[in-house]
């Protein structure tokens, strides 16, 4: 099979297409044939050497897939062979073919293609597990509204039921607002400290001095969510993020998109062949919504 790997830590060049073993699926595991993959920041973060998390080099990218289910592993009940499959894996999406743990994966949500399933797992999960406290009639700030987990962030706060503030440039405040933003703060023009207050959550997606001026805008009690370090660290309201895996939390995302209620916004999407260029995008810090990856992208 093709699988994209990468036997350096470096920038976006050192990603190449070559041919490798199809994987095996042990017990519990699902060989899932791969349709699409999508691109987060931690995949060219990884690529670069500036987090771990996959180990050293050679190494295979890829923490998002939607696919077919190609073959079962001993004790795997919840999947059969042809089942249209979306998940969360470990890395290894950016491959024909992946070995992902049965429990980690869904069912594709119905009314998606597998390119729109492609770009909500690790985001979607993302935004579902950090805002699970979330309640009707709350204030959430989420910084990064316009990204890949921002603006999932921003339909699953106001499905919610909660007053949604997002920080982005001026060009991605309609486009916010259409997603049901309430408020939307242009970052380069205003101190987002300044306009906001009594925030219940601040889904803090940005990081660095963003975490000491986001506790500011707390009410008492609230709680500063942070995915990937701030200098906030030390105040009590300070919460660090990791994003779990769970096919039972992608099953009730898929509720969501089936009803309606959430949809993923495609950046753009590109064949797998050209993921040094989409690693590039990716980290230009302005994709709005997502990058997706597809070993046979639609016309
Ligand atoms: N810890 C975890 O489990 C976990 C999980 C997922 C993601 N993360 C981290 O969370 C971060 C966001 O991930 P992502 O996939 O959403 O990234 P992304 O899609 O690359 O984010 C791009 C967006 O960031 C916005 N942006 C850039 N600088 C900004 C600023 N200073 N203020 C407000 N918005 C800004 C841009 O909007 P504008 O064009 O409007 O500026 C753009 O739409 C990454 O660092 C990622 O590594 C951590």
Same mark, same amino acid.
Request: hydrophobic fraction near 45%.
């Given at each position: ?6 036997? %350096? @830590? #470096? +920038?976006?060049?050192?990603?190449? /297409? !070559? ?10 595991? =699902? ?16 690529r670069?050497?500036l ?30 062979v ?6 969360? %894996? @470990? #890395? +290894?999406?950016?491959?024909?073919? /992946? !070995?992902?743990q ?8 119905? =009314? ?10 690790t985001?979607?999960l ?8 979330l309640?009707?009639?709350?204030r959430?700030?989420v ?38 933003a ?9 101190d ?28 008492p009690?609230g ?29 009730e ?22 993921i ?11 994709v ?12």
């Amino acid at each position: 099979m093709l699988a994209i790997t990468q036997n %350096v @830590f #470096g +920038g976006p060049e050192v990603l190449h /297409v !070559v041919e490798v073993d199809r994987p095996q699926p042990g017990p519990g595991e =699902v060989l899932v044939r791969v349709a699409a993959t999508s691109v987060n920041a931690a995949d060219w973060k990884v690529r670069a050497g500036l987090i771990g998390g996959l180990g050293d080099p050679p190494l295979t990218l890829g923490l998002d897939v939607s696919g077919v289910v190609d073959e079962l592993g001993p004790g795997v009940d919840r999947f059969a062979v042809g089942d249209p499959v979306y998940g969360m %894996v @470990f #890395g +290894g999406g950016n491959a024909e073919y /992946v !070995v992902a743990q049965a429990d980690t994966l869904a069912l594709k949500p119905k =009314v998606i293609d597998f390119v729109h399933a492609a770009a909500l797992p690790t985001a979607a999960l993302t935004a579902w597990q950090a805002l699970a406290g979330l309640g009707a009639g709350q204030r959430v700030l989420v910084h990064a509204a316009a990204g890949g987990v921002g603006h999932l962030a921003v339909q699953i706060a106001k499905h919610r039921g909660a007053f949604v503030v997002g920080t982005a440039r001026a060009a991605n405040h309609a486009y916010l607002r259409g997603l049901g933003a309430d408020e939307v703060i242009d970052y380069t023009a205003v101190d987002f400290a300044t306009t906001v207050r009594d925030v219940d959550i601040v889904l803090d997606l940005v990081g660095g001095e963003y975490g000491s001026r986001s506790a500011a805008v707390l009410r008492p009690g609230g709680r500063l969510i942070d995915t990937q370090g701030s200098d906030a660290e030390a105040d009590p309201r300070y919460e660090r993020f990791y994003v779990e895996p769970s096919g039972a939390s992608l099953r009730e995302i898929a509720t969501m998109v089936e009803r309606g209620h959430l949809r993923a916004t495609i950046d753009q999407v590109l064949p797998l062949a050209e993921i040094a260029e989409a690693h590039r995008i990716s980290e230009s810090g302005r994709v709005r919504g997502k990058i997706v990856l597809a070993w046979n992208p639609p016309a």
